[in-house]
């Protein structure tokens, strides 16, 4: 069964440096999406990809973040200059279409120290 | 007012008896509502999902939609102990979902 993957399972980083979390979504999934979650919360919304661009984006995914496409299957979250708050797991997921269901990854567990 | 509310847990149930888990939501315009089901360390996996209003049965568990009163269930029949986990609804509109804060389900053998 197709699974969407996620590179690498763990980061550690320190606070100020970029980061880059990899996802590999759903090859016949057209719509992307980065969600977080830190621990003991919820699970929360970042920004959502299609046809190469920011569909929706959460007040939390400002300027310090990014998204890309760089290749026919990477999708990739950037944090440009990472803070303690940072510190969460990272959950890509896809789907076929805008409102369809959404699989997850298993997650990036990101530790800024 | 919270945009995804669960009811609160833990829920604790014997095995073998119905768990009858809760969600309500603000936005009347969601158009898809789906549960996940997430263990301890590991990512939202998807169980049900559904769209129109009634209900939905995929083996053990049965997702109830109510647009009208905001409102969407998920019963899991025969629970088993390995249905132990947190179990989250979420609501989606235009590609975001958006997520409640889970409720944690214990069946005890």
């Known amino acids: 069964e197709p699974e969407v993957t996620q590179t690498p399972s763990h980061q550690v980083t320190q606070m100020g440096q970029e980061v880059i979390l990899r996802c590999v979504p759903i090859?016949?999934?057209?719509?992307f999406y980065w969600y977080r979650q830190i621990l003991g919360q919820k699970v929360e919304f970042l920004v959502s990809?299609?046809?190469?661009?920011?569909?929706?984006k959460s007040e939390i995914f400002d300027d310090q973040f990014s998204v890309e496409r760089p290749d026919g299957s990477n999708f990739t979250l950037k944090i440009r200059s990472t803070k303690l708050e940072d510190s969460a797991m990272y959950f890509c997921?896809?789907?076929?279409?805008?409102?369809?269901?959404?699989?997850f990854g298993p997650g990036t567990r990101l530790t800024v120290t | 007012q919270k945009e995804v509310e669960q009811n609160s847990g833990p829920l604790s149930v014997p095995e073998g008896a119905i768990a009858s888990l809760n969600c309500t939501y603000s936005?009347?315009?969601?158009?898809?509502f789906f549960w996940y089901r997430q263990y301890s360390g590991k990512s939202p996996e998807l169980i049900m999902f559904?769209?129109?209003?009634g209900d939905k049965e995929d083996g053990r568990f049965t997702a109830q939609l109510n647009k009208a009163s905001q409102y969407v269930s998920l019963l899991i029949r025969d629970s088993q102990p390995s249905d132990s986990a947190t179990y989250l609804c979420?609501?989606?509109?235009?590609?975001?979902?958006?997520f409640g804060d889970g409720t944690t389900l214990t069946v005890k053998p």
């Open positions: 990809f299609y046809n190469n661009e920011i569909s929706e």
């Open positions: 936005d009347r315009g969601s158009q898809s």
């Open positions: 979420a609501v989606g509109r235009a590609g975001k979902s958006t």
């Open positions: 559904i769209y129109s209003n």
């Open positions: 997921a896809s789907s076929v279409r805008q409102e369809g269901e959404q699989y």
């Open positions: 090859s016949n999934h057209l719509y």
